[in-house]
Nanobody, 118 residues
Framework: QVQLQESGPGLVTPSQTLSLTCTVSSGSITTNSYWWSWIRQPPGKGLEWMGVITWSGATYYSPSLESRTSISRDTTKNHFTLQLSSVTPEDTAVYYC??????????WGQGTQITVSS
């Protein structure tokens, strides 16, 4: 079955750009019809879908985050990345990558804690 693993810095300084990578194994990110999402959960709050990249490389973003979010991929490494610019403490959350789009995710990474603090 597909496995996903997030990697990231853990701590980010306010106003900087957060960069996270999701490495996929036992499956290809270019498999037809597969979508790959980034989702986060701030402390004490629900899940927030951030954006998705499809098997063909198309991207779609949450309107509330679109101006600060970019998702890209490296097909040679079978991974996709999230960049979130101009972070503030409100961006502190557990960040997940998952297979699927919208709210229909069937495989998840374990999540990585990101704290925005000076």
């Amino acid at each position: 079955q597909v496995q996903l693993q997030e990697s990231g810095p853990g701590l980010v300084t306010p106003s900087q750009t957060l960069s996270l990578t999701c490495t996929v194994s036992s499956g290809s990110i270019t498999t037809n019809s597969y979508w790959w999402s980034w989702i986060r959960q701030p402390p004490g709050k629900g899940l927030e879908w951030m954006g998705v990249i499809t098997w063909s490389g198309a991207t779609y973003y949450s309107p509330s985050l679109e101006s600060r979010t970019s998702i890209s991929r490296d097909t040679t490494k079978n991974h996709f990345t999230l960049q979130l610019s101009s972070v503030t403490p409100e961006d502190t959350a557990v960040y997940y990558c998952a297979k699927g789009g919208g709210s229909d995710w069937d495989y998840w990474g374990q999540g990585t804690q990101i704290t925005v603090s000076s």
